[in-house]
DNA sequence: TATCTTTGCATCGTGAACGATATAAATTAT
DNA sequence: ATAATTTATATCGTTCACGATGCAAAGATA
């Protein structure tokens, strides 16, 4: 038996199931929203910038079209989104918010906090978040 | 605009991308013993402990069997592992390697050890890689 | 024994991720 | 200006993740 091959001893196994439980504690906030977490993670980039295009939005993500474009074009079936063809560069998809997009921030405010509450806000410092938020920063940018 | 809704300000936001992107970093490691990063964590619990039934898995990874049977379905297919019938309990399905299951630990042994180099392995700490672990492990009991 | 409930797994449908490939517009090179 | 290359999106196919539902075996209750 090769013990670094132990699930326990893994940092990518326990990211992993982090995050879809994550995913599954935002649920009951979003299933309100008609959100989805990625979809609302493309909501959070609008907000905070409206008119982006495909790639823009990417960047920000980092994902790649073939995951974002099938995702706006549901989000477009929703009325949260439109997305129209570049006017000045015609490779580019703008992608700019709907009234109903715009006042979906407004419901989505308290999520965050909400969400905060929910898992380290009794059991976590400020100081293991803190570290725990730069740890995975350095993660991220060493493989980026 | 609502501070709290930024992204930059988001630990879930992190948490998702960094398991992407260590996904992706297994890839080219994965590729070669034809496994996926999931089915690469199953094959981990078998090589721990053999003949385990479906549930077990599950527990273990935190997976339910509406991801589970269709993935050993798939790792059938391609000759790694068995599923039998339960003998005692007519209900259960036990998972078994095969011989090329089980000769595929001697190939992904030194994984482990090439993923740690890829990332932490130069530019974070033991202490910070410790601290991350211990954070996530908070996270994942807070919520479970 | 007959019925009710629980348990273990399978199936289905939808929404991501992502490698691979395609396509048209824009840019560069010849 | 024509051809070659790059860029911005889109499409396709496969694998996961997961809520919802189905079903048969096991266990509990009447």
């Known amino acids: 038996m090769h013990e670094q091959l132990k699930l326990s001893n893994q940092l990518c196994f326990r990211l992993y199931t982090v995050t879809r439980l994550i995913t599954q504690a935002y649920r009951p906030l979003l299933d309100p929203l008609g959100l989805t977490y990625p979809q609302y993670l493309v909501m ?44 000045s560069d015609g490779r580019q998809t703008l992608v700019s918010l709907t009234k109903k997009g715009i006042h979906l921030e407004e419901k989505a405010k308290d999520i965050p906090a909400c969400m905060s509450q929910n898992w380290h806000g009794d059991t976590m410092s400020n100081d293991q978040l803190n570290s725990m938020v730069n740890g995975i920063d350095t993660l991220i940018n060493g493989m980026r």
């Open 44 to 87: 959070m980039v609008l907000w905070e910038q409206d008119n982006q295009t495909v790639g823009d939005i990417g960047r920000r993500l980092m994902l790649d079209t073939n995951t974002l474009t099938p995702m706006l074009q549901r989000m477009e079936r929703e009325g949260l989104l439109v997305r129209t063809h570049g006017i």
